[in-house]
């Protein structure tokens, strides 16, 4: 089994819908997640971090954790063409280390 | 301040010679990460440092791949007697210190293509 595992897609959203981006986790001792973005060619972007049970929201981002299902999501609301990238799931096991899903690719059409 | 730096941005060498990747963190950050990114997925963990000492190197492939920080900044990844699955994508990436909710940032990577 996977540390951290999430749907490879492509999900394709419509512009200005959202897209619901989902990551399950293994580790049930983890204590950090992250959400990175990640454009074709280009280096992880860190876009959310969420620590406790519940929801954290940043602009159109929403981050929802649940550690008791090991799950967390990401929700991308008013979805713009300028969203299309691969979004990773990270999980911090250990407190130093991540270990990444391999990434959620969001198609968003115009 | 700047963000973290690696170079060479690319690198292209045969089979069986010697590389050396180089990461410059966000000044001020004492944590240091290597990672590797094949296509398709996510980074894998390589190794990390705290200060000058690699605390982990647990996930380097083999005896091939060595990393240092002498002095507790810039660090280098060396590659010794390279094969062809060492291409792949390196990424460095700081955080300003290690341990619960370290938010970790990314370097542009060095993308390594062995011949």
């Known amino acids: 089994q996977k540390e951290v595992e999430q749907n490879s897609g492509p999900l394709s959203v419509p512009e200005g819908a959202i897209a619901s981006l989902n990551c399950t986790y293994s580790?049930?001792?983890?204590?950090?997640f992250f959400w990175y973005r990640q454009y074709s060619g280009k280096s992880p972007e860190l876009i959310m971090s969420?620590?406790?049970?519940g929801d954290k929201e940043d602009g159109r981002f929403t981050a929802q954790l649940n550690k008791a299902s090991q799950y967390v999501s990401l929700l991308i609301r008013d979805s713009q063409p300028s969203d299309s990238a691969t979004y990773l799931c990270a999980v911090n096991p250990n407190d130093y280390k991540l270990s990444f899903g391999a990434g959620t690719t969001v198609t968003v059409r115009a | 301040g700047a963000g973290v730096s690696q170079t060479p941005s690319n690198k292209v060498t045969e089979k069986g010679k010697y590389v050396e990747l180089r990461c410059d963190p966000i000044?001020?950050?004492?944590?240091l990460y290597w990672y590797r990114q094949s296509l398709g997925q996510g980074p894998e963990f390589l190794i990390y440092?705290?200060?000058?000492?690699?605390?982990?190197d647990s996930g380097l492939p083999n005896d091939r791949f060595f990393a240092v920080r002498p002095e507790g900044s810039v660090s280098t990844l060396k590659i010794q007697r390279t094969e062809r699955g060492d291409s792949a994508v390196y990424l460095c990436?700081?955080?300003?210190?290690?341990?619960?909710?370290?938010?970790?940032?990314f370097g542009p990577g060095t993308r390594l293509t062995v011949l």
């Open positions: 000044s001020g950050h004492t944590a």
């Open positions: 969420i620590y406790s049970n």
């Open positions: 440092f705290q200060g000058t000492g690699a605390a982990d």
């Open positions: 990436a700081s955080s300003l210190i290690a341990g619960p909710g370290n938010e970790q940032f």
């Open positions: 580790d049930r001792g983890s204590q950090s």
